[in-house]
């Protein structure tokens, strides 16, 4: 029976009854993942849970293959980058729809009341660290994806399953590695669906990008009574810092975006100040003497430096770069260093990208409301899809509150998962079984 064919008069209703049925099957599925700890850094335990994925979905019709990052940032024998990608095939041709989820968590930190790794269910909630971020996205898009291939047995095309690592850390060991080795060629795949936290009734359309640089400022050393016979590196950062206040940050404060981007307070350029560190080192803990008296000869700071779509890396670089030489002009024996630590360009997906439509449409179906389109603040693993994958069809959307993400006591619903997962399995639906469009 053919795609076409099975779906003529096809009542989703059944879908949504068989995702309700896999409730308990969901719960134990998202306790089972919190309690592997891949914990990242250092990036533990991605074989287990790879091969705990790879028994799952092979019981499941799929062909599956765990692929290591050989040679990647954090790569080791000790902590191997694991990774898992499973593809079913439909009956007749099609396009793919690939769910992306990253299977690393942050630290635990200080705070919690629930065990980060015991998955405890209270009152609907899953606790955990990654409960939310993203282990409950993984689990509501197998259980999607499960019901979806019981119900819609003749569907077209492809589905698959991915569980990446280190996207916590940039995910080079993850999706960028698998995006080089040809897995998000739109060749292959047409639509992606990362199910990071955003909430069940928004579209996440893509990210602003990132440019991380050390700056340091050059002194002399010289004794700390007699400063004149030096020159303090510290002084010169100063004047950086006032420059910053007196033009960049009210130059980025004026630039806005058409990124949607949540919360709106993002929806300009900004910037941190991630550290700032001048003069002598820094003592170890168990030294309580003074320190001696000396003029800095080096001052470093970090700059963390947020970007839109409407700005290019070049000019956000040769901003901070004018500026700095714009201090050289005030200040005779002003120098610097300028030390890129890392880059990260912006992704929009188009509003009116097959992807987006879709999963805005089902989630009109299931809510009975118009899908939120959002853009973050911060990146996730969309950036390697679109800059080295080439496929522009990608959104984040997924159950979970994002300012729960990295929190203590970090928790999902369970009702917001069977939502999220539903509005899942219709977009694969409306995706892969024409007339049910
Ligand atoms: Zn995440």
Known sequence: MGALAFSRGMDLSALDTAIAAKRDDLIALTQDLIRMPTLNPPGQDYRLICEYLDRRLKGHGFQTELIRAHGTPGDSEKYPRWNIVARREGSVAGDCVHFNSHTDVVEVGSGWTRDPFGGELIDGKIYGRGACDMKGGLAASIIAVEAFLETCPGFAGAIEISGTADEESGGYGGVAYLAEQGYFDPARVQHVIIP?????????????????????????????????????????????????????????????????????????????????????????????????????????????????????????????????????????????????LNSVLPSMTDAHAPVVETVSAAIRDVLGRDAQHVASPGTYDQKHIDRIGKLKNCIAYGPGVLELAHKPDEWIGVDDMIDSARVMGRSLAKLLLPSAK
Request: include cysteine; glycine fraction near 8%.
């Open 196 to 340: 990071e936290p955003l909430n069940k009734d928004r579209v996440c359309l893509g990210h602003r990008g990132g440019w991380w640089a050390e700056i340091e400022t050059f002194g002399e050393i010289a004794h700390g009574s007699m400063p004149f016979l030096g020159d303090c590196a510290v002084r010169h950062m100063g004047a950086v810092l006032d420059r910053f206040e007196s033009d960049l940050f009210p130059a980025m404060a004026k630039r806005h975006t058409e990124m949607p981007v949540v919360p709106a307070g993002a929806r300009s350029s900004t910037m941190n100040i991630n550290s700032i560190h001048g003069g002598q080192k820094e003592q170890d803990d168990d030294f309580t003497g003074l320190p001696a008296h000396c003029v800095p000869d080096s001052c470093r700071i970090v700059i963390d430096r947020r970007f839109l779509v409407e700005e290019t890396l070049e000019q956000v670089r040769g901003e901070v770069t004018a500026l700095l030489d714009g201090v050289k002009s005030d200040r005779p024996t002003f120098t610097y260093a300028l030390r890129e």
